[in-house]
């Protein structure tokens, strides 16, 4: 299973949602279709451009509670005052995509920061 973990400020758009995304992945040289589902923190779970991102990309999107962020959290890459302030986690979308993927997964590197959307890929344990 492959993951993709959003953050965002406020108010962003699905386009914006998308390039993060996209940047994320380009990174990794892997396509959009390599991803099982989108994951984001419980915090986000009423912005609209994250929904619909999932919904162009006919992917589910999983909304990660508190607790399940807070027990991968010591495993995030990149640490946000801001992010732990507001989420209790140091990165929403590391400790996202890590928290769907499962037991064991690993983050493939920190999370991309594309305008106000961050992204973060995780693959699960089970993936050679």
Known sequence: MMVAGIGSR??????EVLAAIE???????LAMTALSALATATLKKDEEAI???GRAL???IIIVDNAALQAVSSRALTKSDLSQELA???SVSEASALAVAGTGAKLLGPRTVVGP?????????DVP
């Open 10 to 15: 406020k108010g962003v758009t699905v386009e």
């Open 88 to 90: 209790g986690t140091p």
């Open 117 to 125: 959307v961050t992204c973060a890929i995780a693959i699960s344990g």
């Open 51 to 53: 929904a619909a991102a």
């Open 58 to 60: 006919n992917l589910p």
């Open 23 to 29: 940047t994320a992945l380009e990174a990794h040289g």
